[in-house]
């Protein structure tokens, strides 16, 4: 951030993002003493996969979200959009999902035999979720705005506004994301590409630091004016 002009941030008012927590929970755990309490929280998506704790992560911001009388949002990431699409097509989207993390969120919920007939293993995990964690997942928005601040999993196309996005584009990216730079005072706070630690370049704040693999998950504050970060490593 060393450098980086964030004059421009305009949220409504302050708000904390926290980055891909990927079935760490010991790290969510972690980090959510450290933020305030009093301050809307905005989870970036891709609570699951990787790590060993995906149903966990899943049921404590579950509990979060309902009990928070809205001050918890919780954005869908590209690792739900795959899990949700396994239990309805576990034949499609099943060997790009189990190398992909896929495998740890089954164990999490108890199932191992990942070897079995895929329409099996996709309505084992719908009974070990139960339909109220299913239908809040599915429910995730993709975005998430503050004033002139969007919150998002991957990315917005940078020739589009806010409004107007592709949801692939919210999931899993965008080409020109992180690489033009939005010409309408937009920023974009975003997860889904790891980089080395925080960094607010044009417009851009991303906060995906790898804690599957480094132990470092990261939350940024955002208040009119300025961002500040709070990481577990």
Avoid at 56 to 74: A, D, E
Avoid at 119 to 139: F, K
Avoid at 169 to 198: E, N, S
Wanted: contains cysteine; proline residues 4%.
């Amino acid at each position: 951030m060393r450098g980086a002009d964030v004059s421009g941030i305009r949220p409504e008012a302050r708000f904390v993002a926290v980055g891909d927590i990927h079935g760490r929970l010991d790290l969510l755990q972690a980090l959510l003493p450290k933020l305030d309490e009093g301050l809307p929280w905005v989870f970036v998506g891709d609570y699951i996969d990787r790590g060993d704790y995906s149903a966990q992560v899943l049921r404590q911001l579950k509990h979060l979200s309902l009990t928070s009388n809205g001050r918890v949002t919780c954005l869908l990431g590209n690792h739900e959009e795959m899990l949700l699409r396994f239990l309805e097509d576990p034949f499609g989207i099943g060997p790009l999902w189990m190398n992909n993390g896929g495998v740890q969120t089954l164990a999490s919920f108890g199932i191992k035999d990942i070897h079995a007939d895929r329409g099996d293993l996709a309505e084992r995990l719908r009974l070990a979720m139960g339909e109220a964690l299913v239908d809040w997942l599915t429910e995730r928005p993709l975005m998430w705005n503050s004033g002139n601040v969007s919150v998002v999993h991957a990315a917005l196309d940078p020739r589009v506004s806010a409004e107007k996005q592709d949801r692939r584009t919210c999931l899993w990216g965008h080409p020109k994301f992180r690489q033009q730079p939005r010409r309408d005072g937009q920023w974009v706070v975003h997860g889904h590409t790891i980089v080395d630690q925080a960094e607010v370049r044009d417009g851009v704040i991303s906060i995906d630091t790898g804690a599957f693999a480094t132990n470092c998950l990261t939350a940024a504050e955002l208040y009119p004016g300025g961002v500040t970060f709070t990481a577990t490593a």
